[in-house]
């Protein structure tokens, strides 16, 4: 739309993944030559160059995954866009929309506190009160319109669903396999050559004879840790927690990837998942 109005539109996003994901996605610390390892403080961005030129020439920022921004990032950037033609606005008077949910992963620091992280939360920058807050409040990801599981995936992501002990107990009927894993790859297999068995598949029932095939039952998977997966959909999630998470917004990051409940499946030491929610920046 903002295309068809003649405005000049850049997409960027915190990781590489997530601004891959988008159209003409480059990733915030390409686009303003943020520096990193020093919390992306300062930017390398020079005036000169033909890329700061054509950012000059852009409209209409869109930043995606907002929750993954540090503070002194989007300041940086602040500073970056008003230097760009000597304005005393903010972002140079570019309009900057920010997309993003505070029930995901905040930006990561390196042995950072609970304090630490909340501090350096875009929703402490001096820039915060200057944007306009617009609410989606449809879950237009899983497939089924399926209430109960939609609602429990709000009460993880805001932490009421957190027993005395920060755990949530999964809905009935969700998958959490037991020892499928374990007994295929690991567990008393561990370090041995394993057999994997050959299934027979009979298909084709149409044909006038009885097909039969022999397979192995594999197919080839991708492992992503959860900080990766934060922007994407999956057809089919298998959750492998053989540890609890250790950070804000993760438990509702890895259960809410998948389009359908019936198509996550999870295997933890426990049916009852850790869950770390800061409710102070929801
Ligand atoms: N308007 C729509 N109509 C139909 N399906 C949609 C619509 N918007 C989103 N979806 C579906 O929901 C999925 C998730 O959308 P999207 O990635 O835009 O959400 P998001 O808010 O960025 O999610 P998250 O931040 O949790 O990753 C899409 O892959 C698509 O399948």
């Known amino acids: 739309m903002l295309s068809s109005m003649n405005k000049n539109v850049q997409c960027t996003a915190w990781t590489g993944i997530v601004s891959t994901l988008l159209s003409n996605g480059r990733t915030s610390t390409s686009l303003f030559k943020l520096k990193i390892g020093?919390?992306?403080?300062t930017s390398n961005h020079s005036k000169g160059s033909n890329e700061t030129k054509k950012l000059k020439e852009v409209d209409v920022i869109i930043w995606d995954e907002c929750s993954m921004i540090s503070k002194t990032a989007l300041e940086t950037a602040d500073f970056v866009l008003r230097d760009l033609p000597d304005s005393p606005f903010s972002?140079?008077?570019k309009r900057i929309v920010l997309g993003g949910d505070f029930r995901q992963i905040l930006p990561v620091i390196r042995?950072?506190?609970k304090t630490d992280l909340i501090n350096n939360c875009i929703k402490?920058?001096?820039l915060w009160n200057q944007f306009q807050k617009f609410s989606l409040l449809d879950n237009m990801r899983i497939i089924n319109a399926d209430a109960n599981w939609i609602k429990f995936?709000?009460?993880v992501?805001?932490?009421v669903a957190n027993d005395y002990e920060d755990r949530v107990t999964l809905l009935e009927g969700l998958p959490v396999l037991e020892d499928l894993v374990d007994d295929v790859f690991g567990g008393s297999n561990k370090g041995k050559d394993t057999f994997v068995p050959r299934i027979t598949c009979?298909?084709?029932?149409?044909l006038p004879f009885?097909?039969?095939?022999?397979?192995f039952p594999v197919k080839l998977a991708f492992a992503i840790s959860i900080n990766k997966a934060q922007g994407q959909s999956f057809g089919r999630v298998g959750l492998y927690l053989p540890e609890d998470v250790f950070a804000h917004g993760q438990t509702y990051v890895a259960l809410s990837r998948a389009r359908s409940k019936n198509e996550l499946f999870i295997k933890s030491t426990s049916e009852r998942l850790f869950n770390v929610v800061y409710k102070e920046i929801l």
């Open 38 to 41: 020093n919390d992306s403080k």
């Open 111 to 113: 042995r950072g506190t």
């Open 202 to 206: 009979y298909e084709d029932k149409n």
């Open 91 to 93: 972002f140079g008077g």
């Open 124 to 126: 402490n920058s001096y």
């Open 153 to 155: 995936l709000l009460d």
């Open 210 to 215: 009885h097909l039969k095939r022999t397979q």
């Open 157 to 159: 992501g805001d932490g």
